[in-house]
């Protein structure tokens, strides 16, 4: 299995910038898809942004433009980078994995980003 452990959230004012860090450990092979997701009070979780083995991206309409994922597969680790940061960002973010085999899925157990106004 796989264990994911977020980094790096916080209280920010409203155009403030943060940067998340996820690190993978345990059975890391053949794990193809990594980013984040993310949960603000009372709405469900939705997707943040991912990222494949070979680089391609994917993000939310909502954060384009604002937020950046990248890895690093020497470290095992996943980043989010978060500029232009708004109260609507405010929430419990997850790091997610997923892989190859089966689509097997795996979650860390969420790091707090506030954003005040």
């Known amino acids: 299995q796989v264990q994911l452990v977020e980094s790096g959230g916080g209280l920010v004012q409203a155009g403030g910038s943060l940067r998340l860090s996820c690190v993978a450990s345990g059975s890391i092979f053949n794990i193809n898809a990594m980013g984040w997701y993310r949960q603000a009070p009372g709405k469900q979780r939705e997707l943040v942004g991912l990222i494949s083995s070979s680089g391609m991206t994917r993000y939310a309409d909502s954060v384009k433009g604002r937020f950046t994922v990248s890895r690093d597969n020497a470290k095992n680790t996943v980043y989010l980078q978060m500029n232009g940061l708004k109260p609507e960002d405010t929430g419990v973010y997850y790091c997610?994995?997923?892989?190859?085999?089966?689509?097997?899925?795996?979650w860390g157990q969420g790091t707090q980003v506030t954003v005040s106004s």
């Open positions: 997610y994995a997923q892989k190859v085999v089966g689509g097997v899925q795996y």
